[in-house]
């Protein structure tokens, strides 16, 4: 498992935003109670999406013909890894997303980080040759990439929620010697239901679907994992967004090293300023091999790439 702003010319916005007589006040009343039922449900519940900085993907799609540039970095405490049985803090300096509108109701994205980093503080058993010395205090290695596809099935109505389908590939582009990645091709499909309230200023949204994951140790072998995410971003101002979510997978079976149940709690923060958008959160681990505590930060810039075929 696992930080949205357009060029000067154009705002990113699904639509024109409706002006409503809400008063501010109710407005924000309603993004406090969101974001507080989210962290809530953190306490019951033990990928990169388009909605920096949250994992959980929004049904909306990137504007047909235009390209959205994410660019952020990750810093989580006390992450473990069960493949190779280290635990450390673990750096993402450059995490990188590109998201394509290819049509109306068709989207493209290339997600994952150049490169990781480990600083190790406990080093238990490992189910594979590490090739990590023995007193090393650090290792690093590639990370993997996902290409995704997502679908719009169904427009948000006036009582309806919008409906989609993503599906995705995880690339095995990183080196299990080196104990952090799994080096393992991994598919993904995944619902998206999202719903705008307050005129429109407050978006609550989800995932549930499903992940086939290549076993670690034994060839040939899966297991199946449920993913599931739920968020929320409340529009405080036309510059400020505020945002949370708990998004992760749950492995009913024994899991294999490495295929163990994850989650993460995020809350943050979205600045539109400079024909950019900055975002800022801070995350918690809501299972034994989730990072106790960490921080994402990222920019995002969109701008129209390319004309499509019709």
């Known amino acids: 498992m696992g930080f949205s702003l357009l060029a000067r010319e154009r705002p990113l916005k699904r639509s024109s935003p409706k002006r409503s007589s809400r008063p501010l006040a109710q407005t924000l009343a309603l993004c406090g109670a969101a974001l507080c039922s989210l962290s809530l449900c953190s306490l019951s519940l033990t990928g990169a999406a388009q909605q920096r900085p949250l994992l959980t993907e929004d049904v909306e799609l990137v504007e047909t013909g235009r390209i959205r540039l994410q660019a952020g970095a990750d810093f989580f405490q006390s992450q473990r890894f069960g493949l190779s049985g280290l635990r450390g803090d673990l750096y993402r300096p450059v995490v990188l997303g590109v998201h394509l509108g290819l049509n ?3 989207g493209f994205s290339i997600e994952g980080s150049l490169r990781d980093y480990l600083s190790i503080r406990e080093r238990g058993a490992s189910a594979i ?6 007193g090393a205090a650090s290792a690093s290695g590639a990370s993997d990439f996902t290409l995704w596809t997502k679908i719009k099935l169904r ?4 009582r309806g929620p919008s409906f989609g389908a993503r599906i995705g590939v995880q690339l095995p582009n990183s080196d299990q010697s080196r104990g952090i990645g799994t080096n393992a091709t991994n ?3 995944m619902a998206l ?4 309230f307050a005129g429109e200023r407050v978006s609550v949204f989800g995932n549930l679907g499903v992940g086939i994951l290549t076993s670690t140790v034994e060839p040939g072998a899966q297991q199946d994992v449920l993913t599931y995410g739920l968020a929320a971003i409340c529009r405080v101002t036309e510059r400020v967004d505020l945002l949370g979510e708990v998004a992760g997978r749950y492995n009913p079976r024994i899991p294999a090293p490495g295929l163990e149940s994850q989650a993460q709690a995020r809350l943050g923060a979205r600045f539109r300023a400079a024909g950019f958008q900055w975002d800022l959160a801070g995350a918690a681990g809501l299972t034994r091999f989730s990072p106790r505590s960490g921080l994402t930060l990222g920019v995002t810039y969109e701008f129209k790439g390319f004309e499509p075929v019709k």
């Open 187 to 189: 598919v993904f499909a």
């Open 104 to 106: 109306s109701n068709v």
């Open 155 to 158: 427009k948000e109505t006036r």
């Open 193 to 196: 239901v999202g719903k705008r």
């Open 129 to 134: 040759p590490l090739a990590v010395a023995p």
